[in-house]
């Protein structure tokens, strides 16, 4: 199956910092999204990326299917940013099921 | 629009006892998918269902089962309840495509088993 590899595994930042999370995907995929996960568990969907590069405020994300990688870009970092960071892709045309990476912890202190 | 619910939210059992688990999607959604959650398998594809049929299914043994119903509503079940099923299930909706779509996952459901 496909491996999802993401990196760093923590990062530490002081609020006001940017910062780069990794996913490397071992296939082709048609499915990638990015979420984040906050201290109660809920999931939140942060960006449908399957290729191509998309802008949310201060959040952005670039994946580049051809190369097997997506990147998401986190600028002027809040507290409130903190939390663990998801990775997910999934292959086939009729169906929704995501793999998700083993997360990327971020903890942004004032 | 209403997000995709999950209850119980928190549910303690004890080993040899069985489980149901239940899902609302988000209005209009067809698509439901479970994970499991542990801090050592990370998030795993439990089983997904569209229009009530099971379209794909993960590697979990046949203790795990689940169902969707007309109204797109799904429930999980596990029987025979081992310390090793805590976890946090989550549930996620789609309108179900083709293509693949966002999936926006409900708050979880946290299982203890004692």
């Known amino acids: 199956g496909i491996q999802v590899e993401q990196s760093p595994p923590d990062l530490i930042l002081q609020e006001g910092a940017n910062s780069t999370l990794r996913c490397n995907f071992s296939d082709s995929v048609n499915n990638l999204q990015w979420f984040h996960q906050n201290p109660w568990g809920q999931l939140i969907n942060l960006f449908y990326?399957?290729?191509g590069t998309k802008q949310n405020g201060r959040l952005s994300a670039t994946t580049v299917a051809t190369e097997r990688y997506s990147l998401l870009y986190i600028s002027s970092s809040q507290t409130t940013d903190s939390g663990v960071y998801f990775c997910?892709?999934?292959?086939?045309?009729?169906?929704?099921?995501?793999?998700f990476g083993t997360g990327t912890r971020l903890q942004v202190f004032p | 629009k209403a997000g995709v619910t999950q209850t119980p939210r928190y549910l303690i059992k004890t080993r040899g006892q069985q489980v149901t688990l239940s899902c609302s999607p988000i209005?209009?959604?067809?698509?439901v998918s479970w994970y499991q959650q542990t801090p050592g398998q990370g998030l795993q594809f439990l089983f997904e269902y569209f229009s009530e049929t099971q379209r794909n299914k993960g590697n979990f043994p046949g203790r795990f089962s689940g169902r969707q119903f007309s109204n797109s509503r799904s429930e999980m079940n596990v029987s025979t309840l081992e310390l090793g099923d805590s976890a946090l299930y989550l549930c996620a909706s789609t309108p179900g495509g083709p293509p693949p779509d966002t999936q926006y996952f409900g708050p979880g459901t946290r299982l203890t088993v004692l």
């Open positions: 209005s209009g959604h067809r698509s």
């Open positions: 990326i399957p290729s």
């Open positions: 997910a892709v999934g292959r086939g045309w009729n169906t929704d099921k995501l793999i």
